[in-house]
C-alpha cells in the first residue's frame, strides 16, 4: 500500500506540471497527461529499460508517446528523469518560439524524443517499425539487441486508418516485444467516444494476432502486473488503461473539457487539493524528484553491462556495428558503384527504369548488408527484391526484405521507425500514384530528416493500360512541395544508379525514386562523375549560340534529345538539360543554376505530369509540354500522343515561340 501511495505522489508531479505549464502558455493538452500519469509513472520507475544519462543507448527500451497531443507528460518524465536538457524552464516556456517543448514531441527538436508525434497513428506505425527494426538487429547482433518498444496511444490513435494496416503488420510479424499502453478514457474533442465509434478495441487486436487485456489505469498494482505479464509473451500486447482524462480535476476532469483547453486558476487550485499537491506552480518536492531521478539511472548498471558485451566482441565485428550505428557507408561501397557504373558506359543497355533501379539495388545492398528493402504487395513491378536478399518472416527475422502486405500507409509509418531505430537502412516501395497513401509519413520523415528511401514505380501516364486512377500526373509536384525531401526522377541507367548513391549517402534528408514502367535509352555514355549530384546539368549542348533549351526528367528527357536532333536540322539550335532532382537543383550556388538554366529566348520544360515546379527554371512565360488533366486508358505510346507529349509537339512549340521571340 505504501508502494502505491508513493507511485500516486510520483504520478502527481507530472500533473502538477502539466497544468502548469499549460496554464502558463495559455495552450496546450492536460487531460491526457493528468489521466495517463499513474501508468507512464509505473513505466518509467519499475519497467521501462533506459539510462538519462545517455538517452542514446543502443539498447535501450524505445517509448514512442503516439498521443503526441499530451507531450508535456514526456516533457515532465525527461525533466523528473534528470534530463539535463529538460530543465524546469524549459517547461515554463512550453510551446513558445524556441523551447525545447514545442506543441507536440519532435525528434532531434529535444533529446529523449525518439519520434516526431502529433498527427494521430503515426506513433503507433513508428513503433511497429522500431520493434521490426529490434527483430532484425537481434537477429544479427545476438548480444547487443534484447529490448522492447512501448508505445502510449489514445482513442484518436486507434480510429485512424493507419492503426489498423499498422497493428496487422505487428500481429502477422509477432513481434513480441512491442506493448501499446492505450489510454481508454472515452473522450475526444467532441465528447464522448460512443458519438461516432463503438469498436471493440480489444476484440480488433487479439483479430489481428495480439494479446489484449484491460485494466483500471489508475490502479498502479494492476498496471505493473500487466506490463510484466507481457514479458516473454509470444505476440505483441495492448493493454487497454481506463482512465479519465484530466484525473484530478473534481469539474472538469472526465470530460471533453479537459482534453485541449488550460484548465483556469480555480480549476488548478481545485486539483491541487484534490490531489493533496500543496506546492506551487513548477515546484516539485525534493524526495519526489530524488526518487525520479534514482529511477532514470536505473539502467545505468546494465547500460554498462551491454557496453562491456559490445568491447567483447571482435574487431571487426565491433567496427562493422559501430558504422551501422554512425551510418556511414563502407569503405568499398565507392568502388562497388564505380564499377557498376563503368560496365553500364561499357555496355549501354535500354531499359526501364525500374529494372535499372533494381540492377543498382542489387550492388547497393551487397554492399550495404543494413539495407532493409520491401514492397507494399508490389515486388515484380516494383524490382525492389534482388538475388541476394532472404525475406523477413513471422519469428524469423534474419532477412533483408519486408512484405509489407497493401499497407502502402502503414509501411512508410513503420519504415520511419525502423530509421529512427538506427542501424538499419530501410527502403520501401509501391506505384507513384499510391504515394498518395504515404503522404503523411514522407513529410513526417522529412520534418525528422531520416534517412529513408521509397522507390515508386510507374511513374506516369506510361503505365498506359491502367488508365487515369493509376497515372500519376500530380503527383511529382506534391512531393516537389515538401520541404527537404529530395524527388529522384532518372532519365536512364546511369542516372538511376547515381540516384541510388545519393539516396544512401543522404543522411538528413529522406529520398524517393521515381521510376518508368517502359523502356528509355541510355542517354549517359561518357563518365563525368555524379552529374544527378548537381540536380540538373547541360546533357547535350547546342551547336553555337543556343536558341532553345529544353528542359526534361524521367522518359522525357529522351523525348527532349528527339526534338533537339530535328530542331537542329531546321537550323534552330537546341540544348537539352536533365533535371533529375528539383531539389539538390535549387541547393546549387545561383552562379551554377544560371549557367544550366541559359540564356536561349526559348526555354520549355517537358515532363509527363502537370506544370507545377516548373517556372522556376523556365520562368512563367517560359513554354510547357505536359498533362494539365488526368490520364486516360491505351498503350503508352497512344496516351503520349493523345496528350500530346511528343517529339513533333516539342517541335512545334519551339519554333512557335522562337518565332514569336525573333
Known sequence: MTDAIDTRRLANAIRALSMDAVEKANSGHPGMPMGMADVATVLFTKILKFDAADPHWFDRDRFVLSAGHGSMLLYSLLHLTGSKEMTIEELKRFRQVGSRTPGHPERGHTEGIETTTGPLGA????????????????????TLTDHRTFAICSDGDL?????????????????????????????SIDGETSLSDSVDQLARFEACGWNAVRIDGHDAEAIEAAIKATEGADKPTLIACKTTIGFGAPNKGGTEKVHGSPLGA???????????????????????????EKAGSRGAGLRADWEKRLAALGAEEKAEFLRRQRAELPAGFAQAMADYKAKLYAEPKEMATRKAGEAALAVVSQALPELVSGSADLTPSNNTFTKNMTVVSPGSYGGTFVHWGIREHGMAGA?????????????????????????????????????????FTHDSIGVGEDGPTHQPVEHLASLRAIPNLNVFRPMDTIETAEAWELAVSSLERPSLLVLTRQNLPQLRLEDKGNLTAKGGYELAAAEGAAKVSLFATGSEVSLAMEAKAKLDAAGLPTR??????????????????????????????????????????????GGFVGMSSFGESGPYKEVYAHFGITTEAVVALANAMAEAAA
Open 576 to 621: 537539352v538539360v536533365s533535371i533529375p532532382c528539383f531539389e539538390l537543383f535549387f541547393d546549387q550556388p545561383g552562379a551554377y543554376r544560371a549557367e544550366v538554366i541559359g540564356t536561349a529566348p526559348v526555354k520549355i520544360a517537358i515532363e509527363a505530369a502537370i506544370r507545377q515546379g516548373w517556372d522556376a527554371i523556365v520562368g512563367s512565360d
Open 123 to 142: 506513433g503507433i506505425s513508428n513503433a511497429v517499425g522500431l520493434a521490426l527494426a529490434e527483430r532484425i538487429l537481434a537477429a544479427q547482433y545476438p
Open 266 to 292: 480555480d480549476e488548478i487550485a481545485a486539483a491541487r487539493k484534490e490531489l493533496g499537491w500543496e506546492y506551487p506552480p513548477f515546484v516539485i518536492p525534493d524526495d519526489v524528484k530524488q526518487a525520479w
Open 415 to 455: 519504415i520511419n521507425g525502423m530509421a529512427i531505430h538506427g542501424g538499419l537502412l530501410p527502403v520501401g516501395s509501391t506505384f507513384l500514384v499510391f504515394s498518395d497513401y504515404c503522404r503523411p509519413p514522407l513529410r513526417l520523415a522529412a520534418l525528422m530528416k531520416l534517412r529513408v528511401i521509397q522507390v
Open 159 to 187: 480510429m485512424e486508418g493507419i492503426s489498423q494496416e499498422a497493428i496487422a503488420i505487428a500481429g502477422h510479424y509477432k513481434l513480441s516485444k512491442l506493448v501499446f499502453l492505450y489510454d481508454d478514457n472515452g473522450i
